[in-house]
């Protein structure tokens, strides 16, 4: 019995576990038999005397076992759910009703507290935290939510009523004289300034300056300011003065239309060809050329370089600029001369001008107030058109009806004839080297502004160019920061031209393809066939020999315009023939890649998963099945045209499948990850790349480049639909069925446009969010950067001096990022890397603010200071103060646009 150890019980073994084990359940069994012959008071005190027994743990398994046992009726959901869901629930309160969940309990406030909930809140109506919460502090944004709005002016209705009166109000008699009287002083005022300002021109021009242009010294302004003396004297505020200007600059007479309108329909008889004499006399030749190029343009900096040599040009940014701003600097190069013609270089299709950053100037908006006011101005500043001047507009608005209705409506305006290409070639700006609207005794506007040979090369290699010049411009801006935009890019087009010796790629790229043609024809070694395509060309000779006149009768029905049908045949000509070119890019990916890959995997050597081929090939083999099938009805139906032939119901049946392409462009992200993500993970994938990206085969493109035709050919489209429907009567059957084509692939080619502006707003947001320090979460829905900006916060010393004496400090750097809903205000420094000579910027978050909630307030010049102005927050204020007096002008010119424009949303 030593193995038995007994503790206050004789019968209770603790040495032999099965002995132990056995007699507990005996005794368990027999407790049992016991509990359930006593009463229920019995079972009472029983249990109470054997839990007053238990400890905390035994107490708790007994809870959880009844939790789990007994059906809850009752429960508070943020104890059971993920706390993502219960925050998700949360979200959907408004900031009261989450202050008062807050006080249900201390996990609600935990959780209606958190960041997560309150930073949206804040951010919608551009409250920024000042600094960045540390990673245990929660409630920042809640308490910055509350001091926001505790600092509100908020007034009761009956309040605001008595401040600032209702609407709708009657005036009375005196009220009623005193704003006639108020508007006749006004007008008084604005007359005599303009005589004053009148008088103080012709003072300060020298004697010997001509009296038909300005001086160089005295540079135009879009905004005069008025006079110290007689703002002295009329005691007006800044705000008023403002108001005056503008109102006395739409007092000014406006250019009148001598010149009727044009009859834009009737030109099409008469075309500009691309390759003319080189004649440069001209009578006007003291006259010079304008141009005028947006920097949407890709590589437009190539186009700069190819410029000729005594033409003035702008170069202007696409973003960030007004129209007021723009004929600013259009002013400011031509110091108020007139020019001969005018080109206009920027983005656009045929029916309307894509001149600026939410200006697309079409039929709908040529005669808002503010484009239309733009147009006229811009037309005073070309010669008349019976002494040779014209606006050229390198843009393709000849290749459909209303793109002609604009350019009838612009020569209506300014009294100034327009031309712009026809359109019907296709491909990357090939238009601009194709047929003009103009009158053929003149030359190619092509060939007044640029040199053929580079632009030509331009326009062959321009998405090359583009993605060549993003390194160049990366590399080269900060060493040309200080320099104007025209120069800058002037040298970076001459720098790249140079080095790339495009000229040369292509000049060996004609050699190799005229080798390999011959080459070809040499190994089919037919001697009968050659001597088959002599007698034709010996028949010709001997006919222009006894014809004398057979080479002149040639050369006029060439240069004979095509009738309608003619035309109507030449661009359904193109469509085929780009089609057919469409169709073959898009089988290089089928033969070059997918089969391969296919092949690969059916032979159990895979090169990548059937699952990856799946995601990236998939909508693209479906795409070329149904291009495959629309190229061979075009075809079927073009072997035998005729002038009553139709091919709008070819693409209506085409137009009726297009969610084969609405599948490739919403898996098109999905695509490209998958191709870089397989491209690391697997090496076999990534040597199959580089053995087939770039080829002979490939045209020298890899498999992402390859993938971006589909949605580059749907510009194609429209382009050719509309020139086909501009050449097609109006009793011809396929008119109805091209309107109808015209208007379904229209639809679908904003939703292109739409899906590409998204991806390039939200990466210009996250870069700006990368780059300054502390800043909160940009991304935002139609959301979008307007113009970025550079300046020195300044300290008054003293403001209880009038504006005049004022002296102020420079305490640091700012720079200004202006969204179309907010302005971001950070501190700009500059951070320099050992043994570098350049250096780089680094950007500190400081505040942001609703535009809506933003005043703007100009500081005159003075002795002490030049080109300040304050803005004012919520609560604080910012002196800021620009190097250049164009770049405040600009500035505030665009803020003010924004600010009036979110007021308005």
């Known amino acids: 019995m030593e193995c038995f150890h007994t503790r206050f019980s004789a019968w209770t073994p603790f040495g032999n576990k099965l002995l132990n084990r056995q007699l507990f359940q005996e005794r368990v069994a027999l407790i049992s038999h016991w509990f359930d012959l006593w009463t229920h008071k019995q079972r009472q005190e029983f249990l109470f005397t054997i839990f007053l027994r238990c400890t905390k743990s035994q107490l708790r398994f007994v809870q959880d076992w009844f939790s789990e046992r007994t059906q809850v009726t009752k429960v508070d959901f943020s104890t059971v759910l993920p706390r993502f869901i219960s925050l998700y629930i949360f979200s959907f309160l408004n900031p009261k009703d989450l202050c008062a969940a807050a006080q249900v309990s201390w996990p609600w406030k935990f959780l209606t507290e958190q960041d997560c909930l309150w930073m949206p809140k804040c951010i919608r109506f551009g409250w920024f935290l000042p600094y960045t919460p540390t990673d245990n502090e929660y409630g920042a944004w809640k308490h910055h939510y509350i001091a926001c709005v505790s600092s509100l002016d908020w007034l009761t209705p009956r309040e605001a009523s008595a401040v600032y009166g209702t609407l709708n109000e009657p005036k009375t008699e005196d009220e009623e004289l005193l704003e006639r009287q108020r508007e006749k002083c006004l007008r008084k005022i604005i007359w005599e300034k303009i005589a004053l300002h009148k008088k103080e021109l012709f003072k300060v021009r020298p004697p010997w300056v001509s009296g038909t242009h300005c001086s160089r010294l005295l540079k135009s302004k879009c905004q005069p300011r008025l006079s110290q003396a007689l703002r002295d004297r009329v005691g007006l505020h800044e705000a008023l003065e403002k108001q005056l200007i503008?109102?006395?600059?739409?007092?000014?007479?406006?250019?009148?239309?001598?010149?009727?309108?044009?009859?834009?329909?009737?030109?099409?008889?008469?075309?500009?060809?691309?390759?003319?004499?080189?004649?440069?006399?001209?009578?006007?030749?003291?006259?010079?050329?304008?141009?005028?190029?947006?920097?949407?343009?890709?590589?437009?900096?190539?186009?700069?370089?190819?410029?000729?040599?005594?033409?003035?040009?702008?170069?202007?940014?696409?973003?960030?600029?007004?129209?007021?701003?723009?004929?600013?600097?259009?002013?400011?190069?031509?110091?108020?001369?007139k020019v001969q013609s005018m080109g206009i270089f920027s983005d656009g299709d045929s029916r309307e001008i894509n001149l600026l950053q939410g200006y697309k100037i079409g039929i709908g908006n040529l005669l808002r107030p503010e484009v239309r006011d733009f147009w006229e101005k811009l037309g005073s500043y070309v010669a008349p058109e019976e002494e040779g001047g014209h606006v050229d507009l390198f843009v393709p608005l000849g290749a459909s009806e209303a793109g002609l209705e604009v350019l009838s409506q612009l020569s209506q305006l300014t009294g100034t004839f327009f031309t712009a290409p026809t359109g019907i070639a296709t491909g990357s700006y090939q238009h601009i080297l194709g047929d003009w609207l103009g009158r053929p005794w003149e030359r190619a506007p092509c060939s007044i502004y640029f040199r053929e040979s580079k632009l030509q090369t331009w326009s062959s290699l321009t998405d090359f160019l583009e993605d060549t010049l993003k390194s160049v411009r990366k590399q080269l801006s900060p060493?040309?920061?200080?320099?104007?935009?025209?120069?800058?890019?002037?040298?970076?087009?001459?720098?790249?031209?140079?080095?790339?010796?495009?000229?040369?790629?292509?000049?060996?790229?004609?050699?190799?393809?005229?080798?390999?043609?011959?080459?070809?024809?040499?190994?089919?070694?037919?001697?009968?066939?050659?001597?088959?395509?002599?007698?034709?060309?010996?028949?010709?000779?001997?006919?222009?020999?006894?014809?004398?006149?057979?080479?002149?009768?040639?050369?006029?029905?060439?240069?004979?315009?095509?009738?309608?049908?003619?035309?109507?045949?030449?661009?359904?000509?193109?469509?085929?023939?780009?089609?057919?070119?469409?169709?073959?890019?898009?089988?290089?990916?089928?033969?070059?890649?997918?089969?391969?890959?296919?092949?690969?995997?059916?032979?159990?050597?895979?090169?990548?998963?059937?699952?990856?081929?799946?995601?990236?090939?998939?909508?693209?083999?479906?795409?070329?099945?149904?291009?495959?099938?629309?190229?061979?009805?075009?075809?079927?139906?073009?072997q035998e045209w005729g002038p009553a032939h139709c091919v709008g119901e070819i693409f209506l049946k085409f137009g009726s499948q297009l969610n084969t392409y609405t599948n490739f462009f919403n898996n098109?992200?999905?695509?490209?990850?998958?191709?870089?993500?397989?491209?690391?993970?697997?090496?076999?994938?990534r040597a199959f790349l580089k053995r087939h990206d770039k080829t002979t085969v490939t045209k020298m493109l890899s498999l992402p480049e390859l993938l971006l035709y589909p949605s580059r050919r749907f510009e194609e489209y429209m382009n050719l639909l509309y020139a086909l429907r501009l050449h097609t009567p109006a009793g011809h059957a396929d008119r109805g069925s091209l309107t109808t084509a015209i208007d379904q692939l229209k639809k679908y080619k904003s939703y292109i446009d739409e899906v590409k502006q998204n991806i390039g707003m939200k990466d210009q947001l996250s870069e700006i969010q990368r780059i300054v320090w502390g800043c909160p979460t940009l991304s935002e829905e139609s959301r979008y950067l307007i113009r970025v900006q550079d300046v020195a916060q300044l300290h008054c010393c003293d403001e209880a001096v009038s504006f005049s004496l004022r002296s102020y400090e420079h305490t640091r750097d700012l720079s200004l990022f202006l969204f179309n809903d907010a302005l971001l205000v950070s501190s700009r420094g500059t951070a320099h890397t050992p043994f570098e000579r350049t250096s780089k910027s680094t950007y500190q978050f400081i505040a942001s603010v609703a535009l809506h909630r933003l005043l703007v307030e100009d500081i005159p010049d003075s002795k002490y200071i030049k080109n300040a102005f304050i803005l004012h927050g919520p609560k604080r204020e910012w002196i800021c103060a620009t190097e250049v007096e164009d770049d405040k002008f600009l500035w505030l010119s665009v803020l003010q646009s924004a600010i009036k424009s979110s007021m308005e949303k």
């Open 668 to 685: 098109y992200p999905v695509v490209l990850r998958t191709i870089e993500k397989s491209r690391e993970m697997t090496p076999a994938f």
């Open 479 to 638: 060493l040309f920061k200080e320099l104007q935009k025209n120069i800058s890019a002037r040298i970076i087009g001459q720098f790249t031209s140079d080095n790339m010796h495009v000229a040369n790629i292509l000049n060996n790229q004609e050699i190799a393809q005229t080798l390999a043609d011959g080459l070809m024809e040499l190994s089919k070694e037919n001697s009968e066939r050659n001597v088959l395509e002599d007698k034709p060309q010996d028949t010709k000779s001997s006919l222009s020999k006894n014809d004398p006149n057979l080479e002149m009768l040639i050369k006029l029905e060439r240069k004979l315009q095509m009738d309608s049908a003619e035309k109507r045949s030449r661009v359904a000509g193109e469509l085929l023939q780009s089609e057919r070119k469409y169709v073959q890019m898009l089988e290089i990916v089928r033969d070059v890649y997918v089969s391969p890959l296919k092949a690969a995997l059916s032979s159990n050597r895979a090169i990548l998963s059937a699952a990856n081929i799946h995601i990236i090939f998939s909508d693209i083999l479906q795409i070329l099945s149904l291009n495959r099938q629309f190229l061979d009805n075009l075809r079927d139906r073009l």
């Open 246 to 337: 503008l109102a006395s600059l739409q007092a000014l007479p406006k250019r009148s239309n001598v010149s009727g309108s044009h009859s834009y329909p009737s030109l099409l008889k008469k075309t500009w060809r691309g390759v003319q004499k080189n004649d440069d006399s001209s009578s006007y030749a003291s006259q010079p050329y304008f141009l005028l190029i947006s920097s949407r343009i890709p590589a437009f900096e190539m186009v700069v370089e190819s410029i000729k040599a005594g033409i003035i040009f702008v170069v202007y940014e696409y973003s960030g600029l007004t129209l007021e701003s723009l004929l600013y600097l259009i002013e400011k190069a031509l110091d108020g001369q």
